[in-house]
């Protein structure tokens, strides 16, 4: 429960003659998070008079109900600076399934706060928590405006060309599998394969982009599997046979979720070792189960790499076209709350791939809500083949910037003749 001084403090807000604007952030951090905080916090600035306290919700709506936030508009002089550079969720996140017992205590509470505009930055799930206060809001005469930011690294937000958060996550990858297939590649005499396990729930976007750093067949990763195209783990081992056939050293990039086609997740044995409030399944390691597999049948030493965190919210990999799109969706969101627009979300679309070119647009929340977006057939791989050129096309813009080119060898042979003795 809410303290005498957050109490306090609430009548006294309640009491403003302008309403206050409730911004939180839910579902896992990215990079780029902040960025779409500092896009609503300068467009709610800019508002001037329009507005007034700037209220940021302390774990998103479990913050909301416990009655805990932040004012926006006292922080330090140089926060905002900061903030802009800051990973993760400075609000810090929640995820938390609103209950229906819920919806009228969290209004009654955005109502004492003399709350007219409610702004969540999150992804499918968050846009269900949205949309739901909007619906209750509108039956209860209470006029809030109620509208979505969109963030997830998965890339799984449907109505939309793509999700802030991912450009930067999707470049984290990519990096790293370059960095992880040199490695592998240098260290092929004691540890030929590596499998690297990323993010992505049930949509291969990020499993995808982790091969956008290769250029030609012997680079690394050399197999890529995606949720779309379910493998056998059998299938699995003779892939990693034939690729050390080929080149001596094998990088796999797999999901988290990679399914087998029977549709359990593969090692699995069809059981999750989690269930999130919203009935998200969490499985033990397919890539440890993997790795394992391959060391007993084909007898080479196999490692196994989760990036864990550190893929979504890393910032040292930041894509700038990235932290551009998400500053943009936080403060048209802004801009539409105060329009009078609600149960919405920001929505980038594109207009080109080259010169790159997205807009502004806005979706119902319940096209978003509890809805998943899988890669097309032109995007999925094959497992030997690396991206598509179609995938390539969409995702590389994404990226912010050209990938590193590494130095190659040309050949293993020297062309010298030993020296006679």
């Not at 702004?119 to 619906?135: C, K, P, Q, V």
């Not at 890339?155 to 790293?176: E, I, Q, T």
């Not at 197999?223 to 783990?233: D, G, K, M, R």
């Not at 593969?266 to 409030?277: E, K, N």
């Amino acid at each position: 429960m809410p303290g005498r001084a957050a109490k306090q403090r609430r009548g006294q807000l309640a009491g403003s003659t302008l309403g206050a604007l409730v911004v939180g952030q839910s579902g896992g951090p990215t990079a780029v998070i902040n960025r779409s905080l500092l896009g609503v916090i300068r467009e709610a600035l800019d508002a001037g008079d329009r507005i007034g306290p700037i209220l940021g919700l302390r774990h998103g709506i479990q913050g909301l109900l416990a009655g805990e936030y932040v004012d926006l508009r006292r922080q330090t002089p140089d926060f905002l600076e900061v903030l802009a550079d800051t990973p993760s969720s400075i609000l810090g996140s929640c995820r938390y399934k609103l209950a229906d017992d819920d919806l009228d205590r969290a209004l009654a509470e955005l109502h004492n706060l003399g709350a007219r505009s409610f702004l969540y930055i999150g992804g499918n799930d968050s846009a269900d928590t949205t949309h739901r206060l909007a619906a209750r809001a509108g039956a209860t005469g209470y006029e809030l405006a109620c509208i979505g930011v969109p963030k997830t690294v998965d890339n799984d937000l449907v109505a939309m060309d793509h999700s802030p958060g991912y450009g930067s996550a999707a470049r984290f990858l990519a990096l790293a599998a370059m960095e992880a297939s040199r490695d592998t590649e240098s260290m092929r005499r004691s540890d030929p394969v590596k499998i690297l396990e990323v993010a992505g729930r049930h949509a291969g976007w990020l499993a995808a982009a982790s091969a956008l750093g290769r250029r030609s067949p012997d680079e690394g990763p050399h197999l890529v599997y995606v949720p779309e195209h379910p493998v056998s783990a059998e299938s699995v081992v003779e892939d990693v046979e034939w690729a050390f056939g080929q080149y001596g050293h094998v990088v796999m990039v797999l999901s988290e979720n990679q399914p087998e086609p029977g549709g359990q997740v593969l090692g699995s044995g069809g059981q999750p070792r989690h269930l999130d409030a919203f009935g998200h399944a969490y499985y033990d390691s397919p890539a440890e189960t993997l790795a394992n597999r391959i060391r007993r049948e084909l007898g080479l030493r196999a490692r196994f790499e989760k990036y864990g965190t550190l893929q979504r919210m890393s910032i040292a990999c930041r894509s700038e076209t990235d932290a551009t799109e998400a500053l943009s969706v936080g403060r048209e969101a802004v801009r539409l709350a105060l329009s009078g627009r609600s149960d919405e979300m920001v929505v980038l679309q594109r207009q080109s791939d080259d010169p790159y070119c997205c807009t502004l647009e806005t979706a119902p929340l319940t096209l978003v809500a509890n809805q998943q977006r899988l890669l097309p057939p032109d995007m999925i791989p094959e497992p030997r083949g690396g991206p598509t050129p179609a995938f390539r096309r969409y995702a590389e813009p994404l990226l912010g910037a050209p990938l590193p080119r590494h130095a190659r060898l040309k050949s293993d042979e020297t062309g010298l003749q030993p020296m006679s003795s």
